[in-house]
Each structure stands twice: as C-alpha cells, then as structure tokens.
C-alpha cells in the first residue's frame, strides 16, 4: 500500500531546488511558521510532522498516488492531511483527475487486527480502511481530506482554477444525496461516507493568515473558512435536523395559533386536534371550524336551535294567515300552501291580495297588478246601510278612486 512508512521528512524544507520543489517548500514552512501578516494565526506543528515523496500504491500495485505532502496534527483534530500544491502549469482537468485516485487508495479495505472485536461477524466484514488502522482518530463521515494549495497566478485567475478544479471533480467529494420520503419538502441532506473533504486556498493566503486561518475553501461551501470548520461536511444529517426541526417549530407554532384562534364563541372550548381542523359531517357536507365560530357540539346545538325556533316561528305565521282573508285568486290561505317554497314565514301585511304562488305566476304570465273589480251600485247602497261582507271590499273601493273604470284589467 504504503511505498515508504511515511516517504521522506521533509527536512529539507527551505532549500533551494526547482520551482514546484520551492513551492512544496513554502507551503510546509506557512504550516509550521503560521502567517506573516499582523495578527495571523500561528503555526501548527514542526517540519517532522510532515512526509514528501511518499507513494501510495493502488489495488493491482500499477497504479500510484504521491501527494506532494502529508501533514500529521492529531493535537488539533487532524490525524491527516493530504497536500496537494499547483503551480498553475497543469490543467484544471488534470489537476481534478487526482482526486478520483484519491478515492480509490481510500475505499481499499485490509484484514482488521483486532479478531477479539470481529469475533461475532462474517468474515466479509472483518475488514477496515486501511487509513483508519494507519491514522486513527478519525470522526468525521467520508475519508481523509485533501487539501489544494495553488499559486503563480494572479487572483482572479487563481479563484477561477479552484472554482473550474472543484467543478470537475464534483463527483468525488459532493456526497451522495438523501430524503426522507415522509417529509413534504424538497430539502435533504448529503451522506459523506464515499467521498473525498477537499479543501483550497492559494499559496499566498496561507503564508499571510497561516494554516488556521480563515483562508480554506471547502468545496461544497460557500465563503471562506478556518481548517477545522472547513473539514466539517457541509450540508449533512446534523444540518437538515436543525432546518427539519426548525420548520416542525414553525409549523406547530402556526398551528397552534390557528388552534387559538378557533376558541368557540359560545362555550370558550380550545380545540386540542393537532393534525386537522375538520371537526364533523352534516349529511354529505363537510364542517369546517373557523376563527370566531364555535365547535362541533355547539354548531349542532344551535343548528337544531334555530330549525326549532324557524319551525315555530312558521307555526305562527301559519296559524296568523289562516285567519286573514285569503287569496284573491285561488282562495287558498295567504300565506300560501304549507311546505312549499314560496310560503310565508310570517304574518302576512294588511294589503297583500295574493299568496306567494299565484304572486309568481301572475309575473311570469306578465299580468301586470292585481285590480279588484269596482264595487256595484247595488253594494254601494247596500254599504250605506251596513258594513259589507267582504274581506276586500276596502281595496275594492281604493281600486275605484286609484284606476279608472274604462279600460281596467281585472
């Protein structure tokens, strides 16, 4: 696996020898010496916490992976760094092609030696990464991180090749995307267990901040981040818990207050449903509780309520217009007939000729206004010596003096 234990110190770091060689240097020196500028991180480590020129043979042993540097901090939570430094003299393309190898050296698995611990598994899964047996103290989901290290270029141009390397190389450190189907949102989060950290930063950043400040880029992230937060995933079960609950919070709170807002207005009841606000059935018709109405009980209470009170106020019409005189024209009581539509629910008015129905009718037939015939002579004498029996005879002489006998619709 491992061409050399941990390939050469890099005791030599600072000597003279070619450009890519110096800049390999530079790097290790900005982690060891920490940055430059007026209050910038210290370093972390000394040179021998660093190998160069080592090998990692992949499966098959044709194959190899020799990162430029590896860096040891277990003190502050890095059990390894691979470093990776570009002058800016490869394409971004070729520069992304690395990190797939990288994944590949990671996902080998070796025989573990701890047999009393594996004793109750299949011999299949009597395995482990080899780098978790070769740096322990690993806790973070995914596989040792891999940091880019890019210079002799202007800024512009550097930003656009960390941006163009992390695009290409998407498929090795994006992580793998899951759901909950319960869950009616499009959110998610990223499960990291196959993929590659990469971090980047320019040479420059890290020789003023040094390696602990906020100089890496995390791809996958936005904005620019110390060592330790870079190397958290981005966007992972932790983080779709808190949006998760966050949204459960607000939705319990909205509820809640639609829950106080629906406080029956009759019996003060607070209704205690947390899932719905449909509260009953009427026959094929939903009920719905609403802001400033009441509950189930008291909506029936006062539906049955107000059936009995319009029963009983339709019993008295009825029994008022039965002894009223009735309709000119069917003779039927003026209120109309009982159970129909048109009927009257109250006390017909002193003047009404007509019930409801032949009302209606008369409007449709486009018969104009009811006129009653004029009184004759006869019962005009007859009316001087007594009172008329005749329920319309008033409207019978007011329909005399209002419209002329010539020419009126009877």
Request: with cysteine.
């Amino acid at each position: 696996m491992v061409r050399s234990e941990m390939g050469g110190t890099a005791r030599g770091a600072g000597r003279s020898g070619a450009q890519h060689a110096m800049a390999v240097n530079e790097t290790v020196l900005a982690f060891v010496l920490g940055g430059s500028a007026p209050g910038a991180a210290g370093g972390v480590g000394t040179v021998r916490s660093w190998s160069t020129e080592t090998e990692f043979l992949l499966p098959g042993g044709r194959r190899k992976v020799r990162p430029d540097g590896v860096w040891q901090a277990p003190e502050i939570g890095v059990p390894v760094l691979m470093v990776e430094v570009d002058r800016s003299t490869m394409t971004p393309a070729d520069v992304a092609a690395k990190f797939p190898r990288y994944r590949e050296l990671f996902r080998t698995r070796v025989c573990d030696n701890d047999p009393p611990a594996l004793a109750d598994r299949e011999p299949a899964e009597r395995t482990v990464h080899w780098w978790r047996r070769t740096w322990p103290g690993h806790t973070r989901a995914g596989y040792p991180p891999v940091a880019l290290v890019v210079t002799d270029a202007g800024p512009v141009a550097l930003a656009n090749r960390q941006e163009a390397v992390g695009e290409l190389s998407a498929e090795c450190w994006r992580g793998r995307w899951c759901r909950e189907v319960r869950d009616y949102n499009d959110d998610g989060w990223r499960e990291y267990d196959d993929a590659v950290p990469i971090i980047a930063t320019t040479l420059e950043l890290l020789a003023a901040r040094g390696p602990l400040g906020p100089i890496w880029w995390r791809f996958g992230r936005s904005g620019r981040h110390s060592l330790i937060e870079a190397l958290e995933n981005p966007n992972n079960r932790a983080a779709y818990d808190l949006r998760q609950a966050a949204r459960e919070d607000e939705e319990h709170k909205a509820h809640q207050e639609l829950m106080d807002s629906l406080v029956c207005i009759d019996c003060g009841d607070v209704p205690e449903e947390e899932s719905t606000w449909e509260y009953g059935r009427q026959g094929q018709v939903e009920w719905t509780r609403r802001p400033g109405g009441r509950c189930w009980p008291c909506h029936q209470d006062r539906e049955e309520r107000l059936e009995r009170e319009a029963e009983e106020q339709l019993e008295v019409a009825r029994t008022a217009n039965a002894l009223l005189r009735p309709c000119w024209t069917c003779r039927g009581s003026i209120g109309g007939k009982e159970g129909s539509k048109l009927e009257l629910r109250e006390k017909a008015s002193p003047d009404r000729l007509e019930c409801p129905q032949c009302e209606q009718d008369r409007a449709i037939k486009d018969l104009g206004a009811l006129v009653l015939p004029a009184p004759t002579k006869r019962e005009q004498v007859a009316a001087l010596v007594s009172a008329p029996d005749d329920p319309w005879w008033e409207e019978r002489v007011l329909h005399a003096k209002l419209y002329p006998v010539r020419g009126r619709r009877v």
